[in-house]
Every structure is written in C-alpha cells, then in structure tokens.
C-alpha cells in the first residue's frame, strides 16, 4: 500500500481560498459544515505573509472528525524545506489519515513583491524535494502532491511524489495529466463552479474569478497550450474560455463537469464554489452536496 492509499478522500471535495481570509471561528464552522455535508476534503491556498496552512488546517482538522485537508499549496517560498516536511508529519502524527501536503512554487508576481527572487521554478521545486528526503523526521509520512500544469513539472510529480493537483484547468487537462502522471499517481483538479442558470449573471460571477488568474502566466501559458487563443485570453476571457474554466448553471450542470473530470482520469475532484461571501460559498456546497458528494 502507497503512502497516499491511506487517505480516504472519496470522489469530490472543496477548495476553499476564501476561507483562509476569515477568522479561525469561521473557519472552524465552515469546516465542520464541509464534513456534514459529506465532502471528503478541503483545501485552500497560500500566500506568503498573508496565511500559514499549516497552522489554519490544524485548526480544521481539531474542529473535525474525518475531513481530510490539503494544501493547495504549500508554498515552497515560504519555509525551509525541512520545516515543511516536519510540519506536515506533525499533521500527519496528530491526524493520521487527514492531510495531503500540496506543494507548489507560486507566482512570480506573488513571490518577487516578497523581496525574494522567483526563479527556476522547476529546479527549485527538484531542489526542495531533495533537500525534503534528507530531513531526518521520525514522524509518519504523508501523502505529497505537487501543483502541476505543464509536462516537466508532471513528470517531477510522477516521478518524485504521489501525484498532482492541478487548478483552473478543464478536463480537457485532467485527460493530459493522467496520460503523463500514468494510472497510479493521485491527482486533484480543482473546478471553480457558480450555481447560477442564467448565463449573464453566471458569467459575471465567474469573470471576477478568471480576470485574477488570467495575469498570471503559468495559468496563461498552460491555456495557450491547451489551444486558447490570445482572443480566448485577454482581459477576462472569451465566454469560450470562462466556461471551460467555471462550471455554471443549475447543480445537474456542475455536477455533470464534475463528473467529466472523473470520467478524464481525476481521482477526486476539488469544486470551489465562487462567491461574494463565505455564506454564499457555503450555500452552494450546500445544494450540490447531494449531486457530488459520497
């Protein structure tokens, strides 16, 4: 059995980045909220200075009885690699079962307003992990997932890991992925979704989501790869673009993208419902539970 067969994650869970602006209370709610309505994990992002996810899922993971949570991602900027993997053991000792370190290298538009310099994505992830294997921590390992988009950094994740978790990709990347991760490596895609049947509004929402990615160019780059044309990628994106990337509609809609995904080669599915608030988020896992999760 793999490290990553000890979590049961089932098919669908959430990613959450709102969260990780609130208060620990509300976070601890929202969290015990997921787990009733049946989702097997939650995750959110991480932004150096802003949050630590470590620190804010083991606040989750107290709150809860069998949700697992995962980093998506622990930014490798942001702690010593040793630091990193004795975090996640710590998790992984207290919890066992409930937590899947997500690593990823960020953005260099997030890294450099730091003061530190974004660069060699790729080797610095090889490096990281290197200097991770040479840590002598004598807590249980846990299952690593790396943030993976392009072909070299999913072969790292096959080849150094348990698998991949990807963002703002349709399943039109989770079929690639699966192709280069092969059939016995985890991966988790993240779908925004907008429970929402009227197109202008649906799209309006989705859009404030896709304008903040789409100046970010690893998200660009992938989608040109992908075959989204310049049209398809400026400004907020071609309504071609905003509904590959946001699953809207009614909640057969979203969970038919759901499914698509599954179909695609995903092991579970990460929905991040978008919203102007946490109670609205929290109001859309709420009607597609029954359609998604289980």
Same mark, same amino acid.
């Given at each position: 059995?793999?490290?990553?067969?000890?979590? $049961?994650?089932? =098919?669908?869970?959430?990613? *959450?980045?709102?969260?990780?602006?609130?208060?620990?209370?509300t976070q601890r709610a929202v969290a015990r909220r997921v787990e009733e309505l049946g989702y097997g994990s939650l995750w959110e992002g991480e932004v150096v200075g802003r949050n630590?996810?470590?620190?804010?899922?083991?606040?989750?993971?107290?709150?809860?009885?069998?949700?697992?949570?995962?980093?998506?991602?622990?930014?490798?900027?942001?702690?010593?690699?040793?630091?990193?993997?004795?975090a996640a053991g710590a998790l992984g000792d207290a919890w066992p079962g409930r937590f899947v370190l997500g690593l990823g290298v960020s953005h260099a538009a997030a890294i450099d307003r730091t003061g530190m310099t974004y660069d060699r994505p790729l080797e610095r992830m090889r490096d990281y992990l290197d200097d991770m294997d040479k840590t002598p921590v004598t807590t249980p390992d846990v299952p690593v997932v790396l943030a993976a988009l392009r072909p070299r950094m999913l072969?790292?994740?096959?080849?150094?890991?348990?698998?991949?978790?990807?963002?703002?990709? =349709?399943?039109e990347h989770t079929a690639l992925a699966r192709e280069a991760l092969g059939p016995d490596r985890l991966l988790v895609p993240e779908q925004a979704v907008v429970v929402d049947p009227d197109p202008v509004s649906a799209r309006?929402? $989705?859009?404030?989501?896709? $304008?903040?990615?789409?100046?970010? =160019?690893?998200?660009?780059?992938?989608?040109a790869r992908?075959?989204?044309?310049?049209?398809? *990628?400026?400004?907020?994106?071609?309504?071609?673009?905003v509904d590959s990337i946001v699953a809207w509609g009614d909640e057969t809609a979203v969970?038919?993208?759901?499914?698509?995904?599954?179909d695609a080669g995903a092991d579970h599915v990460l929905i991040q419902p978008l919203a102007a608030d946490i109670d609205g988020a929290v109001r859309q896992l709420e009607?597609? $539970?029954p359609l998604v999760s289980g």
């Open positions: 059995m793999t490290v990553a067969d000890s979590v $049961a994650m089932g =098919p669908v869970g959430v990613w *959450l980045g709102a969260l990780q602006r609130e208060r620990a209370q630590d996810v470590f620190a804010q899922e083991a606040a989750w993971l107290g709150a809860t009885s069998r949700l697992v949570t995962g980093s998506g991602i622990a930014n490798i900027w942001a702690r010593h690699p040793s630091t990193a993997k004795a072969r790292l994740a096959r080849d150094r890991t348990d698998g991949a978790h990807t963002y703002f990709v =349709p399943p309006a929402t $989705a859009r404030r989501h896709t $304008a903040f990615y789409l100046g970010l =160019p690893n998200y660009v780059n992938n989608l992908l075959g989204f044309t310049d049209d398809d *990628l400026a400004g907020t994106g071609s309504d071609r673009l969970a038919a993208r759901v499914r698509a995904h599954h009607t597609l $539970a």
